[in-house]
């Protein structure tokens, strides 16, 4: 299976459409990360999205990543708490 293909063919109709400037779409396959960056940074940029970064969340975002860090923690997941969240990027 050729992922980026695949990836390509989900993601590069959303930044060729202009639903998206840019856009960074992270996947763990077979215990493995693959990142793949498309489009610009900011609209009539130049510079392409990297894999570090950082985006303004939208409201469905908000919904989203709630709705993700509620369930990692009622699941009592190690892979990150809200407390571990909070110390390390809220007090900044």
Known sequence: ???S???AEVALP????KKAVGL???VVYEGHSHT???GTFEKDG??????????EIGSITKVFTTTLLADMHLRRSTAITIEH???KYAQR
Do not use: I, S
Not at 46 to 55: I, N, R, Y
């Open 85 to 87: 969240w909070h110390e």
């Open 5 to 7: 293909k695949q990836v």
């Open 46 to 55: 130049t510079e392409a999205p990297q894999e570090k970064t950082l985006f």
């Open 24 to 26: 960074v779409v992270g």
């Open 36 to 38: 793949y960056c498309y």
């Open 14 to 17: 959303f930044v060729e459409g």
């Open 1 to 3: 299976m050729d992922l």
